[in-house]
């Protein structure tokens, strides 16, 4: 069971028209003059696998708009800073792509997390953005100027409709259910969607709980689940503590007869190489698979581009990862081990300068 998203290509497709429509709204501007779009990216940090996929679409994006005449005749440009995956750095961002930078256009950030940390100093600002992959990022402020990019809707109960309906499905119907997720505001979010969905369909949520984004440990949490028998447990986790509590549970021999949910970490190809068999049996969301249903005008040639990018990147990306450090009881890392794990979590995710601003 998969939910299905589309592509960035059809998103940047989106973005393109939300930047048009603004633009006739704009005060006058030589034709030469380029429309700056500004946004902050995780291009380290948590999320940075995921981020730096952003990146590498909106780039492809930015070219081919450029390459076709750009828009309303005017190339784009595009401003971007690493935020770290760091929320607390969000609203200094904003703040200096709208006072210094002056970018015409914003849109991200990037990540629920992100998105909630810069919405104040965006609608301090009046500004509209289009937030990216964002859950439930807008519900406190309802700002009506926000727009999210995102498959699922605006509501944090639709990420998990689908695990609990296909629990329904199945003879015995299973009951007993886990959440469990990172302490950010991603996975509150989902599991608090999550938490509506089981009491609304007549489950029992036997254990719950979420964890620090820094917790290196997860046996603990895969034993309590087990203690618990759960049956169902849906997941809200980022890229670093899907890698820790799935091999936490293979460890202990958790096996749950339906386990997924939102493992963000398996939307990174190097994370599903590299757990290989381990994710045999998931059940997860997916914002894209290669259907027939799925192939939309360009999304052939973004996919070939994007591949080309990949295929080169690994090798200059200087970013270290902090999956490296988990450690289960039997499964220690060895230095080598190590080293092959952050290549492989990073091959295919071009690479980028640390420097910052990062115009393209």
Do not use: C
């Not at 708009?65 to 690493?82: C, F, K, T, W």
């Not at 961002?93 to 991200?108: E, N, P, T």
């Not at 949490?221 to 203690?227: E, F, V």
């Amino acid at each position: 069971m998969m939910h299905r998203g589309r592509l960035f290509v059809e998103r940047g497709a989106t973005i393109a028209i939300a930047a048009a429509t603004l633009l006739l709204s704009l005060a006058p501007a030589r034709a030469a003059d380029p429309i700056k779009i500004g946004l902050s990216l995780s291009l380290t940090g948590a999320t940075a696998p995921a981020g730096r996929q952003v990146q590498a679409g909106l780039d492809i994006w930015r070219e081919n708009v450029n390459a076709a005449g750009g828009l309303l005749g005017r190339p784009v440009e595009l401003i971007y800073y690493d935020d770290q995956a760091n929320p607390a750095n969000a609203p200094g961002v904003y703040a200096k792509l709208m006072g210094v930078d002056k970018v015409d256009l914003l849109i991200g950030p990037y990540s629920t997390n992100i998105i909630a940390a810069a919405l104040p100093a965006i609608i301090q600002n009046k500004r509209m953005t289009i937030g990216i992959f964002g859950l439930g990022a807008n519900k406190q402020y309802k700002y009506a100027r926000y727009f999210s990019m995102n498959s699922q809707g605006a509501s944090p109960r639709n990420y998990s409709r689908g695990l609990f309906e296909l629990a329904l499905e199945q003879q015995p119907k299973p009951r007993r259910v886990a959440l469990v997720g990172a302490d950010v505001e991603f996975s509150r979010n989902a599991l608090d969607g999550a938490q509506e969905n089981a009491k609304e369909l007549g489950f029992d949520v036997v254990y719950e709980r979420t964890y620090p984004l820094a917790n290196t440990e997860y046996t603990a949490t895969a034993r309590a689940m087990q203690a618990a028998d759960a049956e169902v447990v849906y997941a809200a986790t980022l890229p670093v503590d899907t890698v820790g509590l799935l091999r936490a549970s293979n460890e202990v021999q958790f096996r749950p007869k339906l386990y997924g949910g939102a493992f963000l970490g398996l939307l990174v190809m190097g994370i599903k190489q590299q757990l290989g068999a381990l994710i045999n049996g998931l059940v997860n969301h997916e914002f894209y698979i290669p259907a027939a249903s799925l192939q939309f005008a360009g999304t052939k040639e973004f996919l070939d581009e994007y591949q080309k990018r990949a295929r080169r990147a690994w090798a200059s990306i200087r970013w270290a990862s902090p999956i490296l450090h988990m450690r289960t009881p039997r499964d220690r890392f060895s230095r080598r081990r190590s080293a092959r794990l952050n290549r492989s979590m990073t091959s295919g995710l071009p690479s980028t300068s640390a420097a910052m601003p990062l115009t393209r």
